[in-house]
């Protein structure tokens, strides 16, 4: 229906029937080690190189650290930060929020002046951080989401949660109303090892493929693979064998 | 036993053996992303283009949004809204309580001024962001559904839980008490992919099918499809294949 | 070993080995859509039609939505009313059990004046809106249910939890000390819909029969069917088949 | 190696080694409707026609359903209370912890005179009501405990847990350090029906049967049957059937 | 690598290589009726009569009731008491770590002039009677766990966890840090009958054997016996029989 | 794509492809008794007999313990600290926040004399002492991380859980944000016997093995071993046979 905003990530993008749409705020859930940090690089360096700025919010993770990322998947990010292609931004939630909110930010600024079009925020469950408060929490998400919406641009919002294994857990209360896509990444036990599975959950004003498939962290990024045929149950954190596939396992 | 809301949506109708009541409140259960909005504007839409004005109540999404999502389904809302067949709120859930009960309030005065048959609140959620206080709650679920009850008007509350999958899920405390009729939106996964199952939990006054079937959220809105043969356990999030499939699948 | 109050449910007054014991309260725990409204509409009609009149106390329901409900059973509450053989009172719980308590209430002298024999409560679960502290909670059933004890009826007290589907929750805290039988009435999936499920878990003073019964709710109220005969783990909510089926199943 | 007090429960004796050991407190854990209220009349009669006067301590059920309940088993409580072979006190945990531990209170006084060698007390679940304070409650189970045991008397403390269904519920929180035995009752489905069984968890000083047992509530009181050949996993309220007994089910 | 202390346990001894490391302290973490008591008493018996004096410090227990319990495995406890080869004390926790920290307490005192090897405390849950709070309940741990360390003893710390079956409950907070060892019992249900098990989950500064072995409580006290063979998922408390023994049941 | 810190445990380095990244933080999380200090005494003792000093910071061991401990596996910790390629620190966590921010404490003056190139904090669970405040809490993880970061040092931050058996346990909240590296240690139940599973389940900025490996603490400390070949759901802590695996059983 209308342009779509490639995510860079092999796989993904068919799954999401050709990327995000323009403009709209995407939850990336993840366990920890799920490579959500590196879905957020790989995600603005494909905008970057493709004349789509972009822009690295950080409440955690210090500079360095996403810059030796990076590297580690060929990805000279200081080279393209100091062609104001790219822009790494290390701050608080609070101080984020002030800005995103504020005409004439230091961080408004930026957007408006290397023209970002991608965000990424790392992480949503620092806003956490600010209040216990449910409805203020949310007031918070919104206001985030709704600033960069104002602006146009297209939003990773990464999210961590606790749950080491499996894909059970409940969303995060509050913030799958604000967003317009959901994208799950979870660790699965399969025959004795711990494997990643990627699923969209949830898809605003777009049809999206609904397979749960396996995605690789390789030394070019995530890449999505196969759905994982012959499994059920894969969202317990504990597949087991599907009838079919045991027929074939002990009669094949 | 009377006459019948159609929903709008292919199969769900037919579960409801005919529609909804008029007149009754019907609560929208469902997980993030599937498809309650979609089933609130298709409800709408339906009405509004068999005579029926309709206004959807929202405390979440931007007007905006609702016409994009509303667009990408081929309904052009604006249109309808200017013909005053449509009306759009955006509005606080505090807000929205106290006009309810004001006699003359903007809101009521919409109502009555268009001839509104149909009501969409979107949603039960933000009530829960007013108070913790179960009681204090609960009343306010019973003032906004007597006041529209009063109005002779039929209501689907949407509702949303944190439940990414499966569907055994709690009823949000006090509010199946308030409401006429239930009906369960969830995510189950089947063969590696995550499918989406409906279900009625509740129908006051009406018999109505009791079949878990899926559905589909196609470029026409919902489509519900055939039940969820040779399956048991849809509800737990992860089906097993029932024993007279397995049958089928090993031997046949 | 004494008389017996047929609730009117065909099928319940035979696993009850005749129907209830006089002047006991009977707690009815379901989920939401299970029918215990109807149940309790129908318990009342079937000794209102026996020249035992019946009063439906309700701190929810509108007696206008009660007439409606019984109407679409062709159960005529109102005439009944009018002919003093049935008793509808919309109240709050506090009024309630001040009423209870107080020679000469309002309420007692319509238990007196016009014979009543039977009870409905709708429902113990606004006693709980009342307060949260256990052992005041406990006092509020106790003396409910010892009031009307002392009237001799026959009492069903309507109680709500929270499962959508599935019978493997916990009793609520302190009732089912109360009350003299417990009527269970659950929601289970089976074979891709959802069915209804009965059993009886405590008959003071009484056998009972302990099988899980299907039951419907017809244009005639709720009627009891077979057992779930060839399933095990009913109340998980999500029912297997049993082996021997499985065997008739696969092989039969 | 000691005299054991029989409980007159028929099997239940068996699995007991001949019965209880005089002078120690026997927690009775059960589900509501499991037949707790019956045991503890059945243990006291047994004992009165034996030569061994009893005391039903209650904080909860009038004396008058007593009466009823034990004529229903066609035993004739008032007949013995008026020859001093039964006693049936309705208290306040506050005044029976009070009198237990005051010398010459009425209900020590009722002790010595009538030569009580039997106690039940319905329920242990009353004192939780006396205090949340976890050390405070402990104390009062072991004042509780402790005088009657000086008094030399055996006693059954009954309590009940909010679980309908299955036994894998948590002990209350230090009760079972007080007691010198524990009997366990639960509902358990089984071929679509509740049925009762009953386990002995821990019995001081003794060897103790430990099948779980299938038992019946018959016009005699609690009858104790076989153990459960051929089940698993009885314990989760849902058993399956064994693998062995599913071979014979299948093919035999 | 070191002298070894027996437990008088037949087979644990064998599963412990020999016995416990000397001067630890060694967590027996256990439901309800597994007889940790008389492990305690076992463990104390078995030193006193072989030159290694033993201090059971109690909590809970009368001594009267530890003598009777002792007799009742053929153990006469007060002659050895008088002997000087066993001391009992009957004190509160608080106590306890007073004179557990004070030099030439009557409680050090005892432990010097006895020439006490061996300790049993029971029980660690009484500890968490004095506090909630978690870093004065570990310190609390820490202080009596170290001031029996400095004395030299070897220590068994009896716990009781409020799992009646079954065995994946979680460690008590901070008591596993501050023991070398942990000894863990069990009940879990097998073909209908409630059995013990017992493993050994740490063991610092040696092997021991991994193995889940049944133990029986018998007129000698515990007896380790086989492993379940045969068994899989004995610790969810209701163990199935593993596919290699399904086999030799199914077709044997 | 750099060089390697070699942990010292034989499979452990060839699952991390030679090694841990230098100036990381590594999290080892496990359940009581699966050896965690033996893990990190060796990885201590692989560095200090290799070239690397090794500082060992603990907030509960007494150094003695950990001499007698290291001694068990034939490590003479006391030598090589006389010669100054180890150190061992017992402190508390809030000292040890304070020296490693404040330059010129005495335990950066040690770092930096001895040239410390590898850290064990013993352990992570400490610092949830200082304070409940999930923010407070983060912000001292990510300070006493950082600091070591600063020197260079990598580091192996200790955690333990209170899940006895199994892994499907949460992460600890905010600490898995802070860390590089995650390495699981659990204990599973297989053929009746406790048996130690480790994988990795995030190693940041390099590519890791993915197999759940079973292993072994020997008297040469952790030694890895071979995966779980033929097991399925080796995290819910009771795995069972995969299907090929018991076709192989059955009929092999």
């Given at each position: 229906m209308s342009?779509?905003?490639?995510?860079?990530?092999r796989g993904l993008d068919t799954m999401l029937a050709g990327g995000l749409l323009p403009g709209t705020a995407v939850l990336v859930e993840g366990a920890p080690g799920t490579g959500k940090t590196t879905l957020g690089l790989q995600f603005l360096w494909e905008g970057a190189t493709h004349g789509e700025p972009g822009l690295y919010l950080t409440f955690e993770e210090f500079p360095e650290d996403l810059y030796r990322d990076a590297a580690g998947f060929g990805w000279d990010w200081r080279q393209l930060e100091s062609e104001g292609r790219l822009r790494t931004v290390f701050t608080s939630p609070e101080i984020a929020l002030a800005d995103l909110t504020t005409p004439g930010s230091p961080l408004l600024q930026?957007?408006?002046?290397?023209?970002?079009?991608?965000?990424?925020?790392?992480?949503?469950?620092?806003?956490r951080e600010i209040t216990v408060d449910p409805v203020e929490l949310r007031r918070h998400y919104r206001v985030a989401v709704n600033a960069l919406k104002r602006e146009g641009v297209t939003t990773l919002l990464l999210d961590e949660d606790n749950q080491w294994i499996g894909g059970l857990a409940q969303a995060p209360h509050g913030l799958s109303f604000v967003v317009d896509s959901v994208i799950v990444l979870r660790h699965v036990e399969i025959e004795s090892g711990?494997?990643?599975?990627?699923?969209?959950?949830?898809q605003r004003g777009s049809a999206h493929e609904r397979e749960i498939r396996q995605y690789h962290i390789t030394a070019r990024g995530l890449e999505v693979e196969a759905a994982f045929r012959g499994r059920e149950g894969i969202l317990t954190g504990s597949p087991r064998r599907s009838v079919a596939q045991r027929a074939v396992d002990a009669f094949g």
């Amino acid at each position: 229906m209308s342009r779509r905003v490639a995510t860079g990530v092999r796989g993904l993008d068919t799954m999401l029937a050709g990327g995000l749409l323009p403009g709209t705020a995407v939850l990336v859930e993840g366990a920890p080690g799920t490579g959500k940090t590196t879905l957020g690089l790989q995600f603005l360096w494909e905008g970057a190189t493709h004349g789509e700025p972009g822009l690295y919010l950080t409440f955690e993770e210090f500079p360095e650290d996403l810059y030796r990322d990076a590297a580690g998947f060929g990805w000279d990010w200081r080279q393209l930060e100091s062609e104001g292609r790219l822009r790494t931004v290390f701050t608080s939630p609070e101080i984020a929020l002030a800005d995103l909110t504020t005409p004439g930010s230091p961080l408004l600024q930026d957007i408006h002046t290397l023209g970002i079009r991608r965000v990424v925020i790392d992480s949503a469950a620092h806003f956490r951080e600010i209040t216990v408060d449910p409805v203020e929490l949310r007031r918070h998400y919104r206001v985030a989401v709704n600033a960069l919406k104002r602006e146009g641009v297209t939003t990773l919002l990464l999210d961590e949660d606790n749950q080491w294994i499996g894909g059970l857990a409940q969303a995060p209360h509050g913030l799958s109303f604000v967003v317009d896509s959901v994208i799950v990444l979870r660790h699965v036990e399969i025959e004795s090892g711990i494997r990643q599975a990627l699923f969209i959950l949830k898809q605003r004003g777009s049809a999206h493929e609904r397979e749960i498939r396996q995605y690789h962290i390789t030394a070019r990024g995530l890449e999505v693979e196969a759905a994982f045929r012959g499994r059920e149950g894969i969202l317990t954190g504990s597949p087991r064998r599907s009838v079919a596939q045991r027929a074939v396992d002990a009669f094949g």
